[in-house]
């Protein structure tokens, strides 16, 4: 069984800062895929970015990147330029294929401080 | 982007009844769909698996004939908790998945999940 493991309950980042969210993973696939999502207090799931196993390059959207390690089957991400609205639940996610659900880790609450 | 809606957002029911949840996809049509529990501050666990026209798929430990779910129709799966107690009180997400989307990684549609109080 695949797992997902966030190792971070909470992070504090000031605004305007950089902050970094740890994820990893377990699995024996060789292609998967993995993302983060984000969880306001409204808790509607909001999709951050994606990432495929098999592409090398790390995805980025805007001010969020990934830093993924398929080796370690490590999947971080960095937020850059932090913003008050960036303050949420942030969950790594798995997926094998389209047929299954995601598989999600624990969270990491977010603090953004002025 | 596709849109994916829960109904009721919010309920509050006694110990006993039951309570069924609608999930629907509004401009698409999704072959499957998949119901989440989340309880506060923790993270979302899968329950079951919906698929158009056949019977849902339970993970371990979920009660099939306590969290009943209907996919009748590609736009709309339900799920009913019959019997509900007050620890089944929590924060159910449904998610659709477009089969035109695109290939697997596409992303999932969530809904934007229904909060139950059992008293």
């Known amino acids: 069984a695949q797992t997902v493991t966030q190792s971070q309950p909470e992070m504090s980042v000031q605004e305007a800062e950089t902050v970094t969210l740890s994820c990893t993973y377990d699995?024996?696939?060789?292609?998967?895929?993995l993302f983060w999502y984000k969880q306001p207090p409204s808790r509607q799931m909001i999709l951050v970015i994606r990432?495929?196993?098999?592409?090398?390059q790390n995805a980025t959207e805007n001010r969020f990147s990934v830093n993924f390690q398929k080796a370690a089957k490590s999947f971080s991400l960095k937020i850059s330029d932090s913003q008050l609205g960036d303050a949420a639940m942030y969950f790594c996610?798995?997926?094998?294929?389209?047929?299954?659900?995601?598989?999600f880790g624990k969270g990491t609450s977010l603090l953004v401080t002025p | 982007g596709a849109v994916v809606s829960q109904h009721p957002s919010r309920v509050i029911c006694k110990s006993g009844t039951s309570v069924k949840i609608e999930c629907r996809s509004l401009?698409?049509?999704?072959?499957?769909m998949f119901w989440y529990r989340q309880f506060p501050k923790q993270s979302l666990m899968l329950m079951a698996t919906?698929?158009?026209?056949?019977?849902?798929?339970?993970e371990q430990g979920v009660e099939k004939d306590k969290f009943l779910i209907n996919h009748a129709s590609l736009t709309l799966s339900t799920l009913t908790v019959t019997s509900a107690h007050p620890e089944d009180s929590s924060f159910y997400i449904c998610?659709?998945?477009?089969?035109?989307?695109?290939?697997?990684?596409?992303?999932?549609?969530f809904g934007p999940g229904t909060r139950l109080l059992v008293l």
């Open positions: 998610s659709a998945r477009d089969p035109w989307a695109g290939g697997p990684g596409e992303t999932q549609y």
């Open positions: 699995t024996s696939e060789s292609d998967y895929y």
């Open positions: 990432q495929e196993a098999y592409k090398q």
């Open positions: 996610a798995y997926e094998w294929d389209s047929g299954y659900a995601l598989n």
């Open positions: 401009d698409f049509q999704a072959t499957t």
């Open positions: 919906s698929n158009e026209g056949s019977k849902a798929t339970y």
